[in-house]
């Protein structure tokens, strides 16, 4: 099993790009979300989904698209890049509550 | 909404020895679980114990142990018999047992262990 895999590992964006960082998780987890981690702020939830087509906003959602059409893909979409959303971004899924969540590799996004 | 706080940014242990890293939460759900993750300069994200909140019993995993005080809203981790390769980035975190199943974390604490 691949796990949870995000793509791309690294990328520079200009202010104003879009771009979409992928998740695919081959677990068949239900419950997959998006993180962003910066330095002294710990992992802050930027949507999460309990299905597909289902998905809900978490603490930092403005900036961020997310869908979900299908059980084992995830996509964080980036509208407009600004540079407050430097930062390393982390997928993850779970198959339920009981279970912590399994974590990508992660992504780090400069926006420069 | 429910918050988890790390007090302890950093924290310093001699290899060999014990340490006891702290975390708070507040919650008013009753149905809920509680992990720490482990974070190298990897920067993989490892699961290193979790514990029920209706479990009295804390959880154990090898060197590793928890302390959870439900009513005082305090779940800390404790790690014996230190090792360099415990060296890493800890985050508690809180789990709902209801419909959203979301996963919040606190800040972390790093740690760093001495030789």
């Known amino acids: 099993n691949a796990g949870v895999t995000q793509t791309p590992k690294f990328q520079v964006l200009k202010t104003g790009q879009s771009m979409t960082l992928q998740c695919a998780q081959d677990?068949?987890?239900?419950?997959m979300s998006w993180y962003r981690q910066d330095p002294g702020m710990g992992l802050r939830l930027i949507h999460y989904?309990?299905?597909?087509?289902?998905?809900d906003q978490g603490e930092v959602p403005n900036g961020y698209n997310v869908s979900r059409s299908t059980t084992e893909d995830f996509p964080l979409r980036l509208l407009s890049a600004a540079p407050s959303q430097t930062s390393v971004y982390f997928c993850a899924s779970s198959y339920g509550s009981f279970y912590g969540y399994t974590f990508g590799s992660g992504t780090r996004l400069t926006v420069v | 909404a429910q918050t988890v706080t790390q007090s302890q940014p950093e924290m310093s242990v001699q290899e060999a020895e014990t340490v006891t890293l702290s975390c708070t939460y507040d919650?008013?759900?009753?149905?809920?679980?509680l992990f720490w993750y482990k974070q190298p300069p990897s920067r993989q994200m490892i699961l290193v114990i979790r514990?029920?909140?209706?479990?009295?019993q804390n959880a154990t995993e090898n060197r590793f142990s928890v302390n959870f005080q439900k009513a005082a809203k305090s779940f800390s981790l404790k790690i014996s018999d230190s090792q360099l390769g415990d060296a890493a980035m800890y985050f508690c975190?809180?789990?709902?047992?209801?419909?959203?199943?979301?996963?919040?974390f606190g800040t972390g604490t790093l740690l760093a262990v001495q030789p």
């Open positions: 677990m068949n987890h239900e419950y």
């Open positions: 919650t008013s759900e009753s149905d809920y679980y």
């Open positions: 989904s309990v299905g597909a087509g289902i998905t």
């Open positions: 975190a809180y789990r709902s047992g209801g419909a959203t199943n979301k996963l919040i």
């Open positions: 514990q029920e909140a209706y479990k009295q």
